[in-house]
C-alpha cells in the first residue's frame, strides 16, 4: 500500500485548504491525518473508518475540519476551513488494515509523505 498525499500550501488565517490522499495497492480499512509542527510530537487530526460513517477529531479541529472519504474509498480528503497560525505544520496520511480509529500514530502502518500547510497571521 503506498499513500500519496497533497493539497498543502501558504494561506492566510482564515482560509481553507483542502488536502488529499490517495492509496494504491489494497484500500487500508481505516485512514487519518496526523500533523507535526516544528519541536513538536506527530497529533492525531482526524480519522475515519472503511464505510465514511464514523470519524473522530482533534478537539481543536472539530467544526473547522471535515474529514471524507471518495466514491472508491480509495481517497480521504480533509477540507480545513477557519485556518489559524496554530495549524501550521506538516500533514500526514495514514492508514491501517484494521477496523477501528486510532489516535496513535504506532497503530498506523503506512504513512504517505508529508505535505505542508502554513497559515499566515
Known amino acids: 500500500v503506498q499513500l500519496q498525499a497533497s493539497g498543502g500550501g501558504l494561506v492566510k488565517a482564515g482560509d481553507s485548504l483542502r488536502l488529499s490522499c490517495a492509496a494504491s495497492g489494497r484500500t487500508p480499512s481505516t485512514m487519518a491525518w496526523f500533523r507535526q509542527a516544528p519541536g513538536k510530537e506527530r497529533e492525531f487530526v482526524a480519522g475515519i473508518n472503511f464505510s465514511g460513517v464514523r470519524k473522530d477529531y482533534l478537539d481543536s479541529v472539530k467544526g473547522r475540519f471535515i474529514i471524507s472519504r471518495g466514491n472508491s474509498q480509495n481517497t480521504v480528503y480533509l477540507q480545513m476551513n477557519e485556518l489559524s497560525p496554530e495549524d501550521t505544520a506538516v500533514y500526514y496520511c495514514?492508514?491501517?488494515?484494521?477496523?477501528?480509529?486510532?489516535?496513535?500514530?504506532?497503530?498506523?502502518?503506512?504513512w504517505g509523505q508529508g505535505t505542508q500547510v502554513t497559515v499566515s497571521s
Open positions: 495514514a492508514g491501517k488494515p484494521q477496523a477501528g480509529i486510532s489516535v496513535s500514530a504506532t497503530n498506523y502502518y503506512y
